[in-house]
């Protein structure tokens, strides 16, 4: 299962990432903020995507309506974590 993690604090991402390969998933694949999510889903299709809502350049929100406007990225569920 590929996994996606949109999170402009990198130490966020560290501890979502970890605890997603202790879990057993060692396909997670990681954003600095919205825009640079969506290259990543261009380069390849996640599975589940976990989002920071409030972020620099392009903010969850915005990430996930124009996700979900690309072709096959109706579907693939995303979760929305914020602090």
Not at 6 to 13: A, C, H, I, P, Q
Not at 23 to 39: F, N, P, R, S
């Amino acid at each position: 299962m590929r996994v996606l993690i949109v999170d402009d604090s990198s130490t966020m991402r560290r501890i979502i990432a970890n605890t997603l390969k202790n879990l057993g998933y060692d396909d997670v694949v990681e954003a600095g903020d919205g825009t640079e999510g969506l290259q990543h889903v261009s380069a390849g299709k996640p599975d589940l995507i976990l989002t920071d809502w409030s972020m620099p350049t392009m903010d969850g929100c915005e990430f996930v309506r124009t996700l979900r406007t690309q072709a096959g990225m109706e579907t693939v569920p995303v979760l929305m974590v914020t602090t």
